[in-house]
């Protein structure tokens, strides 16, 4: 399989002005950058500018981390009061996946990674219980078991510790909680800030609680959802990513709509996954541009 070619990704986002992006691009153009890809959006109610910009790292003169000092002059051109990176394809995206019992998102994720659709490693799982060890080692991918035990606050306390000393261990583009079923505690929703994936039905608010899909069906819902966003220390209300949904109806029973919801669930984490690793996602406050 040929590899990609490889690019620098920029990411900033400023208040709006005029001039911001004729200076970005006399500045990659000065050095002789040629960009392959480029996207642009100013948030009328924020008056906050957005770009993502891709370029070709054999045509410019040096390094990412150069580039990261050269760059850093235009930001303070434009008033330093800005949100940016630049990132390297060339760098492997290494990923972390929590899983509890639920299958189907990590065999989605990683049958992709095997088919080399999605082209990133992922450099261990790690359950709240043993139930998706096998599937995890038939890959060859370390699997680690870190029981979270009920009603038992210590315990718990002391399962999400070592939990974050594995995620440390491998410095994680993403952290993917694949129905990993456990209220991450706010120490960590901020070490993982932007980082950390997490999966769910888009019947909230509208059904809270225990058997979502049971009272999904008592009231007739005709859609089914699911919200790929990034986790925050408020409950399932961090920045969405992704989302879509698949229609039901009359015929369906609750274990047709929870197969369908599966589906979705799959599909949606897969793109909102993909767009993370490709530096696709802008976030400012709580909302996202995604390019």
């Not at 209220?183 to 070490?191: G, N, S, V």
């Not at 909230?204 to 990034?230: D, E, I, N």
Request: charged share 25%; glycine share 6%.
């Amino acid at each position: 399989m040929p590899q990609p070619e490889r690019r620098y990704v920029i990411t900033f986002g400023c208040p709006d002005r005029t001039g911001i992006v004729a200076r970005i691009s006399s500045f990659l153009a000065e050095h002789g950058g040629w960009i392959v890809e480029a996207a642009y959006h100013t948030d009328p109610d924020t008056n906050w500018f957005f770009t993502r910009q891709e370029v070709r790292a054999d045509s410019l003169p040096f390094d990412a981390d150069e580039l990261r000092a050269r760059f850093a002059e235009v930001v303070e051109e434009l008033g330093g009061q800005a949100n940016w990176r630049v990132t390297d394809t060339g760098e492997r995206r290494r990923v972390v996946i929590l899983v509890s019992k639920e299958a189907h998102c990590l065999y989605d994720l990683l049958g992709r990674v095997t088919s080399r659709e999605l082209d990133v490693d992922v450099s261990a799982v790690v359950g709240n219980h043993a139930d998706l060890a096998g599937i995890t080692r038939a890959h060859g991918i370390p699997f680690h078991h870190v029981p979270f035990p009920a009603d038992d606050p210590a315990a718990k306390q002391a399962a999400f510790a070592r939990v974050r000393e594995l995620v440390a261990e491998h410095q994680p583009h993403a952290v993917v909680l694949a129905k990993f079923m456990q209220i991450l505690p706010p120490e960590l929703c901020q070490e993982w800030a932007g980082r950390a994936l997490n999966i769910h039905h888009s019947f909230l608010p509208s059904f809270v609680g225990a058997r979502p899909y049971h009272q999904a069906r008592r009231r007739g819902v005709k859609l089914v959802g699911a919200t790929c966003h990034y986790v925050t220390a408020d409950l399932d209300a961090g920045p969405i990513v992704e989302q879509d949904v698949i229609r039901v109806d009359h015929a369906d029973s609750v274990a047709d709509m929870v197969r369908k919801g599966r589906d979705i669930e799959k599909v949606v984490l897969a793109r909102g996954l993909r767009w993370h690793l490709e530096d696709r996602v802008l976030v400012h406050g709580n909302q996202t541009v995604i390019f």
